[in-house]
């Protein structure tokens, strides 16, 4: 499809609803291209469907063209406006608040992979790192328990935490089940709780018990432009061919101090969709070829199946894999390996609501409200705001002034 097939799109208009939420776009197409103007103006009804989740399709007549939205939308509740005389397509869509059952943009690809350029790719909702500029986490400072754990379980909003919890029998989604098991890899890194740091993850299918993705953990880095952490890590896909090579060294890892770690209810699919977003973020020594399995087949990632295929291209394989020489027992896999950068996942506000957390116990919850005063710090009880005002005193003051 060639670009501006049918004209040109003009900046998303956003409309935010009740507490700051995001409660639709309109994406406007001016009719441009003289052949598609003749169509419209003609009387055509544009065919618009939803191609991933933050595209639009409009066809009008031959030509066609993409709608472009900055955050993931449900198409299938669009809204069209035809403006024949003027000459433009409007488009509302509401943005894919994960708390609605209608998520068919989000489960289409909920980490897009971009093509900006020859040979070029980009993650469209996850920011870039440079692994090896970014500090290592000390796991063995005593402070560390002090902030860890509640840092990581932030990465979940309100409603995933109350599916956690299974309150009022809910069930967690795809997506929460996936968090979770970040959060506890993270954990276990750090070595938390009281334990020590763990290094090697497999993937184990609840339904199958088979695993087919292993995750070797160099360390935790802080990510300090996004104020968090990032694993730096590896990954082995495990699918038939590789197995044939790699059994002999299999005893050994298997014989080290390797984590089983289980996935439930499509887990495993979301994951291969996953690791090229964390290939990409962090791919800084090499560039995909001309030979790019991703160009020849057509779609990225390569496959979901569990013990299927290969998610990932075969580009980065083996390339910047020093992390592996450290390890003996890792040292034989460096070259099927993939380099990750793994990160929490942190719901954003204005799609869903976050976590709302007390700044004197970190208890989390519905009943943790603002400080009446500032409104920029949160409490769980009047017991603990008092036992906070020395401390809180002077910064509230501060705000409340502004």
């Given at each position: 499809?060639?670009?501006?097939?049918?004209?040109?799109?003009?900046?998303?208009?956003?409309?935010?609803?009740?507490?700051?939420?995001?409660?639709?776009?309109?994406?406007?197409?001016?009719?441009?291209?003289?052949?598609?103007?003749?169509?419209?103006?003609?009387?055509?009804k544009p065919a618009i469907t939803q191609t991933s989740p933050c595209t639009m399709h409009i066809a009008l007549g031959s030509q066609a063209q993409l709608l472009v939205f900055p955050v993931p939308v449900v198409g299938s509740q669009y809204k069209a406006r035809l403006a024949r005389q003027s000459s433009y397509i409007e488009v509302d869509v509401p943005v894919a608040i994960p708390a609605i059952e209608n998520l068919e943009g989000m489960k289409l690809d909920p980490f897009p992979i971009v093509r900006t350029g020859e040979g070029a790719l980009a993650t469209w909702n996850?920011?870039?790192?440079?692994?090896?500029?970014?500090?290592?986490?000390n796991t063995e400072n005593p402070m560390l328990e002090r902030w860890f754990n509640t840092h990581a379980s932030t990465l979940f909003s309100e409603r995933e935490g109350k599916m956690k919890r299974r309150e009022?029998?809910?069930?967690?989604?795809?997506?929460?089940?996936?968090?979770?098991?970040?959060?506890?890899?993270?954990?276990?890194?750090?070595?938390?709780?009281?334990?020590?740091?763990?290094?090697?993850?497999?993937?184990?299918?609840?339904?199958?018990?088979?695993?087919?993705?292993?995750?070797?953990?160099?360390g935790l880095r802080y990510d300090l432009s996004c104020h968090t952490v990032v694993c730096d890590a590896y990954v082995l896909p495990l699918f038939p061919e590789f197995m044939v090579t790699l059994r002999p060294w299999f005893a050994g890892l298997v014989n080290s101090d390797i984590t089983n770690t289980r996935t439930y209810e499509g887990e495993s699919a979301t994951w291969k969709q996953l690791l090229p977003a964390m290939v990409e973020r962090c791919r800084a020594t090499w560039t995909h070829g001309a030979s790019c399995e991703y160009v020849a087949k057509g779609r990225i990632p390569l496959s979901t199946e569990v013990n299927g295929g290969d998610p990932l291209c075969s580009c980065g394989r083996g390339k910047d894999v020093a992390g592996m020489q450290e390890v003996d027992v890792w040292r034989p896999f460096a070259p099927f390996v993939t380099r990750i950068a793994l990160s929490p996942l942190f719901a954003t506000s204005y799609m869903e609501h976050?976590?709302?957390?007390?700044?004197?116990?970190?208890?989390?919850?519905?009943?943790?409200?603002?400080?009446?005063r500032c409104k920029a710090v949160m409490y769980c009880s009047k017991a603990c705001q008092r036992a906070d005002w020395k401390s809180h005193k002077p910064a509230c003051a501060t705000v409340s002034r502004k």
């Open positions: 499809m060639a670009p501006l097939a049918i004209g040109r799109q003009i900046p998303v208009h956003v409309e935010l609803g009740k507490a700051e939420v995001v409660a639709k776009l309109t994406a406007r197409l001016l009719v441009e291209n003289t052949r598609a103007k003749a169509t419209f103006s003609g009387g055509a996850m920011h870039r790192v440079n692994l090896d500029q970014l500090p290592m986490l009022r029998n809910m069930v967690p989604d795809t997506l929460t089940y996936l968090k979770d098991t970040i959060h506890y890899i993270l954990n276990k890194v750090a070595g938390l709780p009281n334990g020590l740091p763990k290094r090697v993850f497999a993937l184990r299918d609840n339904a199958t018990n088979d695993f087919d993705t292993i995750f070797f953990v160099r976050l976590a709302r957390q007390c700044k004197r116990c970190d208890k989390t919850g519905s009943d943790v409200k603002q400080c009446n």
